[in-house]
């Protein structure tokens, strides 16, 4: 099985309601296509993940964003085609400057990413709702 390693640059900001997250339409012709999706891509050799997620944001969604105030949030592999995706995971702040290039998803406790099923791919779910629960759960 094949390895793809891919990172993916992941807003997100506290709300009145609880926690939202930043996505954009994925525009290529691939098995996302349509999908609200974070900004993110393949990591180039000799390329560290962290350096490839900040390359992407500035590819896809055309601001200059740092390493400053990131946090690895993990490793999520991803099963497609008969390949392995690994989705090589950060958390950046709201830089502000988003608003107009995609648009900012609300997740509640409750639902959490269950009212997007369709909109975003499948292995965004987890990140979102393993987001939400370390951010938000009393237990932790």
Do not use: C
Not at 42 to 48: K, S
Not at 79 to 91: M, N
């Amino acid at each position: 099985m094949r390895l793809i390693p891919v990172a993916l640059a992941l807003f997100h900001r506290s709300s009145a309601d609880g926690l939202e997250v930043w996505v954009q339409t994925r525009e290529d012709d691939g098995p996302y296509q349509g999908l609200l999706e974070f900004p993110g891509g393949g990591i180039e050799p000799d390329e560290e993940p962290l350096a490839a997620a900040i390359r992407e944001v500035e590819e896809e969604v055309g601001i200059t964003v740092g390493p400053l105030g990131s946090k690895f949030m993990g490793i999520y592999p991803n099963e497609l085609e008969g390949r392995t995706i690994l989705l090589y995971v950060f958390l950046f702040p709201d830089p502000g400057s988003l608003q107009a290039k995609g648009r900012w998803l609300p997740v509640n406790g409750e639902d959490l990413s269950s009212p997007y099923r369709g909109l975003i791919p499948a292995p965004n779910h987890r990140i979102i709702d393993d987001l939400y629960k370390s951010l938000y759960d009393p237990a932790k």
